[in-house]
């Protein structure tokens, strides 16, 4: 336990994941599910963040044990709400991450930084990482009935140091414009048993034993286990440069500079892991593309005796995933509500980022039309109104002499370039997405890009002492790599 307080001590033992923690990652491993509850397979995290002395003391983090068995899910039944509230999530993640590097793009032209953004970079600098005894099994006696295979990935310990230009641990006081980092790898290792013993139907207490017992380290390997990776031992120095624009010259120094030293690398694939692997990725895609059908499914317990109900699950799936959605798409009443509603969410939309207050039935109009139209029709109303308001507020910006107000084809050219702002909509989105080395772009904009494409912004040092794949070895590999 640190003498010094930190408002962010954070320790768990042994429960440190609730029962919505372990419902939340089986539906984002579908069609996977986890054996146990995960709160029971989790060892201990810890967070330290020292706010008080930030700049004199280290961020730590590390988990101690991490014990996981997955099996393949036949038991998902279809659930229109859970479904319906998935897509709705996913999309409005997908705007919000589109407006946010927005906003990142549009701030990237300042020159001060800003205080959190120094805040989190004195974070990363001090971070201290260390991961230990990890274990994830995924176990299948579906893929291949009569031939259960189990495949894992264990990690004895993973450390992230923060170093000085020596490579040697401390922690950085003073304001730096690189960032060194010593990273050292133990026994990491992915290994696929064939006709393996299977550990799903036991106790959660057995299975941890088990998964504990069958990790391998630096000078253990378990019986009878077939790995496609060789436990390996490595070390990293990595040197980050977050801002060479402000080397002197620019971009002299590579962003990334990374250096991997490996004492051996073994690699294997036998004939029996390859078949599985095979039927393995097979089976998943064969899951992957049912999941658009799992609505029209039938809950049965097998295909014996249940004909009538598998055929009318397949002529569903043709009827309505085929038959009526290109129909629909087609059909005129569907095309024309569509147009209304993209035009109704550009006026609304134009509304909010005039600043005009919004009621409630037009807020309520606006949610409504971002939960019927898709990603791609939001993104192109958007961009089009974004346009069209800069434009009309550089018109507006723009000084005008008293003979305009009093001349009468003042006014008429006003109209004629506030009409224009919706004509070149779709040109101007062209312009705004371009690289900015393109042929119209600024000579300062091509100054820097030619400094850039001059530069090298990572380069990549491996050195490799052996490399052994399926019984043939390689002795003292070393490769350098720039770009």
């Known amino acids: ?40 397979l989790i060892g201990v995290i810890n967070v330290f963040v020292p706010w008080k002395n930030l700049y004199s003391s280290a961020t730590e983090a590390s988990i101690d044990g991490l014990y996981l068995i997955l099996v393949p899910n036949r ?41 959190l953004e120094k805040l989190i970079v004195q974070i990363i600098k001090n971070l201290q990482v260390k991961i230990t005894n990890i274990h994830i099994r995924y176990e299948d006696k ?27 641990p401390t922690v950085v006081e003073e304001i730096v414009t690189k960032i060194y980092k010593a990273v050292q790898l133990d026994a990491l290792a992915v290994y696929w048993n064939c006709d393996s013993v299977t550990y799903s139907h036991l106790s959660p207490e057995e299975v941890v034993q088990n998964l504990i017992r069958e990790t391998a380290t630096n000078r253990f390997q378990p019986e009878n286990y077939k790995y496609i990776l060789q436990p390996i031992m490595s070390s990293v120095q990595l040197k980050l440069n977050p801002k060479p624009e402000k080397d002197k010259p620019a971009f002299s120094i590579p962003k990334v500079h990374l250096r991997l030293e490996m004492e051996k690398l073994g690699i294997g694939l036998s004939k029996d892991q390859y ?18 059908y799992r609505k029209y499914r039938p809950h049965v317990p097998s295909y014996r005796g249940y004909y009538k109900e598998w055929w009318l699950f397949a002529y569903t799936c043709i009827l309505e995933g085929e038959v009526r ?15 209304e ?28 039309c971002e939960d019927f139209l898709d990603v791609t029709n939001i993104i192109i109303i958007r961009q089009k109104v974004e346009l069209q308001v800069e434009r009309m507020e550089k018109l507006q910006a723009k000084p005008k002499g008293w003979l305009s107000n009093w001349w ?48 090298v912004s990572m380069y990549l040092i491996f050195s490799i002492s052996l490399i052994k794949i399926n019984r043939i070895i390689f002795c003292i590999i070393y490769i350098c790599v720039c770009g």
């Open 341 to 368: 509603i993209c035009r109704e969410y550009a006026d609304l939309y134009k509304q909010k980022l005039c600043k005009e207050k919004l009621d409630a039935n037009d807020k309520e109009s606006l949610q409504k």
């Open 408 to 455: 009468w084809t003042g006014s008429q050219q006003t109209i004629d370039e506030t009409t224009d702002i919706g004509r070149r909509h779709v040109w101007d989105t062209v312009l705004n997405f371009w690289p900015a080395s393109s042929w119209w772009s600024s000579n300062h904009a091509k100054t820097i890009s030619t400094v850039q494409s001059q530069s």
């Open 275 to 292: 078949s599985n692997l095979i039927k393995l990725v097979d089976s998943m895609d064969l899951m992957s593309k049912g999941i658009p």
């Open 75 to 115: 038991e998902i039944k279809y659930d229109p709400i859970k479904d319906e509230k998935k897509l709705r999530d996913t999309k409005y993640s997908a705007l919000a991450q589109i407006e946010e590097r927005k906003k990142r793009e549009a701030e990237m032209e300042k020159t001060d930084d800003t205080f």
């Open 1 to 40: 336990m640190k003498e010094e307080e930190s408002l962010l001590d954070i320790i768990f033992e042994s429960n440190p994941l609730d029962k919505k923690c372990g419902q939340r990652l089986i539906i984002e491993l579908k069609p996977l599910r986890i054996i146990y509850d995960a709160k029971t």
């Open 142 to 168: 579906i893929t291949n009935p009569g031939h259960p295979f189990a495949m894992g990935i264990t990690l004895n310990n993973l450390a992230i140091d923060t170093t000085d230009e020596n490579w040697k």
């Open 325 to 339: 959605r290109k129909r629909n798409n087609w059909n005129w009443d569907h095309i024309k509500q569509h147009r």
